[in-house]
């Protein structure tokens, strides 16, 4: 089977059983109206394998009627502790319920419920000692609830009422910081994601340009036109371009633009003997080019 059928079919039963149980509940209370206390017992007994937790304060309030009615006291007893335990509030109807019932009910609620205060309060206490701030004000609220409903003479209940409602306003504030640190710590991650997530949305920053290297000896070979088969007294001017390594050394030379036929040769030649502070990027020397505009005039 597959399973959307397996949850039909698991659908259809869950209905067939709430129907059942709500027709043999209306079967307990013909039962009970009639005064037929034994089998109304019986038709309990049918209906406890099925009854859900929301009608079993029910079932039990029908069970010790009927038990108080049979004159069965400890068993009816037992049926209205389960109820205290299940809604400490709960009390019969003053019309529903017949006197001798209105009388089992708060005697029994009077003999149990400060165990359950107690009960309750311990339980509270201890989720508050586990920081379980959330778990302990709902059971210490139980507890102060149960004792401001007891008789005021009721022993030991005065201190524990003092206690429950410190502790609750103790967990209520530890709760609210609690809360309150969780939700910064909640905007200062989602910030730092944000942060995160818009650093590596923005590209690096370029690389700083590099330097230019500096001159430390760059001596130009000397010019006399007549030395050179020139008569021409005229300047002469160009360029030449020299490659320099990390070290600061000229590695290579070359005219870019000529200076004189006769003087090119030479400057290239002497070119390789300058000296540089090497360029840098970011600190580190780097190899580079560097061009020199050569002007010659007659001496």
């Keep these: 089977m597959t399973w959307p059928g397996l949850i039909l079919v698991w659908l259809l039963l869950a209905c067939t059983a709430e129907a059942a149980t709500q027709e043999s509940l209306d079967s307990v209370r013909q039962l009970y109206a009639s005064a037929d206390y034994e089998a109304t017992l019986a038709a309990i007994g049918r209906l406890d394998v099925a009854v859900p937790a929301a009608e079993a304060i029910e079932v039990d309030r029908y069970r010790a009627m009927c038990l108080i009615a049979l004159g069965r006291t400890d068993e009816a007893d037992a049926a209205i502790e389960r109820i205290a335990l299940a809604d400490p509030r709960y009390e019969p109807d003053a019309e529903e319920a017949a006197p001798r019932v209105r009388a089992a009910f708060k005697t029994v609620r009077r003999r149990v419920l400060p165990g359950i205060a107690r009960t309750r309060y311990a339980e509270g206490k201890a989720a508050y000692d586990r920081q379980a701030f959330a778990d302990a004000i709902p059971l210490l609220e139980s507890a102060l609830d ?3 409903n007891l008789p005021d003479t009721e022993p030991g209940m005065a201190d524990l009422r ?16 609690a809360e309150a640190e969780a939700e910064a710590e909640a905007k200062a991650a989602a910030s730092a994601a944000a942060a995160r997530q818009a650093a590596e949305a923005v590209p690096p920053p370029p690389p700083p340009p590099p330097t230019e290297p500096v001159v430390l000896q760059q001596t130009l070979p000397p010019w ?7 008569q021409n007294t005229a300047d002469f001017r160009g360029t030449v371009e020299v490659d320099i390594d990390e070290r600061g050394n ?11 036929p006769a003087y090119d040769p030479v400057l290239l ?5 300058w000296k540089y502070e090497p360029a840098r990027v970011d600190g580190t020397p780097i190899k580079s080019s560097k061009r020199v505009e050569v002007v010659l005039r007659p001496r």
């Design 269 to 273: 030649q002497s070119a390789l003997t």
């Design 224 to 230: 006399n036109p007549s030395t050179f088969g020139s």
């Design 250 to 260: 000229v590695l290579g030379s070359r005219i870019i633009e000529s200076i004189h």
């Design 146 to 148: 149960i004792i401001l």
């Design 162 to 177: 003092t206690l429950a409602a410190g502790f609750i306003d103790l967990s209520r504030a530890s709760l609210a910081r």
